[in-house]
């Protein structure tokens, strides 16, 4: 059985950092497949990174790293804002390379809340 699992959530205060973890069990999945995207409550689910790109709202301040071949899928969330509270989640695909949309992923991990205050 294919699994996501995040990690690396939490609290911060506005300008501080975060770092996230995806990490794949079941199978091994390309890091151009993979991509982080996020959530807040009553909105659709957003592209947030993959090897390919970022979303505007967080170039510049997001980085998304892994080593070739290898788990886990790590986001580096650096000078943090309270618009970037959500609930981030890792996703990958069966096959092709990673896309900003969310209808492509195959796998979903089950989210961790990353809150920022002010």
């Known amino acids: 059985q294919v699994q996501l699992v995040e990690s690396g959530g939490g609290s911060v205060q506005s300008g501080g950092s975060l770092r996230l973890s995806c990490v794949a069990s079941g199978r091994t999945f390309s890091r151009g497949s993979m991509a982080w995207f996020r959530q807040t409550l009553g909105k659709e689910r957003e592209f947030v990174a993959s090897?390919?790109g970022y979303a505007d709202s967080v170039k510049d301040r997001f980085i998304i790293f892994r080593e070739p071949n290898k788990s886990p899928l790590f986001l580096q969330m650096n000078s943090l804002e309270p618009e970037d509270t959500a609930t981030y989640y890792c996703a990958a695909r069966d096959s092709g390379s990673a896309t900003r949309h969310v209808q492509d992923y195959d796998y979903w991990g089950q989210g961790t809340q990353v809150t920022v205050s002010s």
């Open positions: 090897f390919t």
